[in-house]
């Protein structure tokens, strides 16, 4: 599967943001040759930052994407604490940080010599990782309802054609009463989540803030009419094997295994997703069926 594109990577690429209280710090990770290239987007689990990811960004660069990281507000790089006004909000914030990214595309280009004119902006995937799955989602139509189970508004958009959501939490009914007290916007809409997407989960994790057990990882395939694939990883917690970094110390189930499963799938999925080659996931789903059933399932609908 790997090209092996040499990359390069540019950091910070700021983009002012006056009313975010912080300017939105941006990654731009991308293959150094090759034309027409498409885009994803990467939305970081809570805490993280631009330089998480490291074995999905420079995967996917090598295989000829353009992978945008922003930093959310909610980084262990920045000082928002629960004390700043802003704190019960970056969930919203961290929605526009997406569409903020997508809106300046060509600023993000522009930051890494050569690249510019050898991008394709109409082909456009989104993808996170945990909080920053749910933060995707919402671009690919789930919405998000309120404590009370109100409806916020409809956060899709049109310039996103595909996503792959990683350990993306499930329905807001299983939640603690710590998560349902401090997290009230998880309260996903499945339904409404049209736009195609693979999910990714481990089927060993259990979160501390749902009542249910791993399945809660699996609603969205379930519940929505985009998510037509879901990637299971046998043992997998929730950083999956290691894809927040490699030798991160969040990592409980630390399997190159995994992590190598997830690169391959992942990258298959979206070179068909975004029409780079129309054949790259069946491939996969095959090499797949015969080489890693020990490591994981992948199931359709």
């Known amino acids: 599967m790997a090209m092996s594109i040499p990359i390069v990577s540019v950091k910070p690429v700021v983009l002012a943001a006056p009313e975010r209280g912080d300017d939105l710090t941006v990654r731009v990770t991308a293959p150094v040759s090759g034309t027409g290239l498409p885009v994803v987007v990467f939305s970081h689990g809570f805490g993280g930052s631009l330089d998480k990811y490291a074995p999905l960004a420079d995967f996917w660069a090598a295989n000829g994407f353009v992978v945008l990281q922003p930093t959310h507000l909610d980084s262990r790089t920045l000082a928002v604490t629960p004390e700043d006004p802003r704190y019960r909000t970056i969930w919203r914030v961290r929605i526009d940080d997406l569409v903020r990214v997508l809106d300046e595309i060509d600023t993000l280009v522009a930051a890494v010599p050569g690249l510019a004119g050898r991008v394709d902006a109409t082909r456009i995937a989104v993808a996170g990782h945990s909080w920053g799955a749910q933060t995707a989602s919402t671009l690919l139509g789930a919405g998000v309802r309120d404590a009370s189970g109100t409806p916020e508004e409809d956060f899709a958009d049109k310039r996103v054609t595909a996503g792959v959501l990683l350990s993306l939490t499930g329905t807001g009914e299983s939640l603690t009463p710590f998560a349902a007290e401090n997290f009230p916007f998880m309260h996903p809409e499945f339904s409404s989540l049209t736009t195609p997407a693979l999910i990714?989960?481990?089927?060993?994790?259990q979160s501390l803030l749902?009542?249910?057990?791993?399945d809660w990882f699996t609603d969205a395939y379930f519940m929505s009419p985009g998510a037509q694939h879901l990637l299971t990883l046998f043992g997998g917690e929730h950083s999956l094997g290691g894809i927040v970094g490699y030798g991160s110390a969040e990592t409980t189930d630390e399997n190159p295994e995994r992590v190598a499963l997830i690169q391959r799938i992942t990258t298959a999925?979206?070179?068909?997703a975004l029409a780079v080659d129309a054949e790259s996931f069946a491939a996969a789903r095959a090499e797949m069926a015969q080489n890693a059933a020990s490591v994981g399932r992948l199931d359709s609908k």
């Open 200 to 205: 990714v989960t481990g089927d060993n994790d």
């Open 210 to 214: 749902s009542t249910r057990g791993p």
């Open 269 to 272: 999925y979206l070179r068909t």
